[in-house]
């Protein structure tokens, strides 16, 4: 068997079908699914995502959009577990394969799986001396309103690499929208820096109180001191 075929025939091993009209209504009605939850979907696949250690960026690619056209929502995600795991197998010249692949069948799950892989290429750039934020100005602006939620949260994790001034102008840039997604990532980026320079994120929110939604105050200084 392909590996595919594989990773169908483990998916299915495990499936409990009580459990996918649960996972269907929680995403709105959006997805099918198979009804695998997360430790078991990993656990499943792990042998055979382990296996694909040195098969190159492309290939790990073409199985990610392969894994994409499948109907049930498990196999979005164990594309994203696979690009995870391979990381360091994908570079500067792939995100915009990853953006690509983003904005198919996207959702808040998806689409944060993918924001922290985008994130880890991006912060070993950086860490290189190269451009850290490669393909994120253009995200910000896009038309795509899921690709400026992962330009929003691609820094977060970095921690000292976080460039502070490109956080708080995007954050800027955005904060005039009305979606959920957009505002909850706002403060959401903010608050995680937060936990490196928790003066500077206070600074800010004060600083734009009127720019900054409710919402996005409140999750950037969720964990301050009052």
Partial sequence: ????????AALEAVA??????????YMRDQFVFLGVAAPQRRLAAKALLAGLKGIGADALLEHAQRLWQQPQREYQHVALDMLALHRRQLGIVHIPALLALA???SWWDSVDGMAGIVGEVLQAEHQ??????????????????????IAMLH????????????????????????????????GWALRDYARHAPEAVTAFAEAHRQQLSPLTRREALKHQPR
């Fill in 1 to 8: 068997m392909d590996l595919h075929a594989e990773l169908k």
């Fill in 103 to 105: 904005r198919q069948r």
């Fill in 128 to 149: 290189r001396g190269g451009d850290g934020h490669a393909h994120m100005d253009g995200a910000l602006r896009h038309a795509d309103f899921w690709l400026r939620r």
């Fill in 155 to 186: 820094q977060l994790g970095w921690r000292a690499d976080t460039d502070a001034a490109w956080l708080f102008e995007a954050a800027l840039a955005l904060a005039h929208e009305d979606a959920f997604f957009i505002r909850k990532a706002i």
């Fill in 16 to 25: 409990d079908p009580s459990r996918a009209a649960p996972m269907q209504a």
